[in-house]
């Protein structure tokens, strides 16, 4: 995951993120309350857990 070009500094604390999965058939939010796990990786940052300008941060989602 990285920034569009221009945009705000996102916070990736897991006490603050919602990721929401949408298609054809369903549209749901995917939060550690319902038992998925989110697992999130540091790609290319500088070790604080905003996804700023130039950084990058991977995303595993495991529904199983």
Sequence with gaps: MKL???HE???LNDS???AIYTNDRVHG???NTNGTVMLIKRVNSDGDSLCETGEKFKMTIDLS
């Design 29 to 31: 939010e995917i939060c």
């Design 16 to 18: 603050k993120l919602v």
């Design 9 to 11: 500094p996102i916070d």
């Design 4 to 6: 569009s070009q221009g």
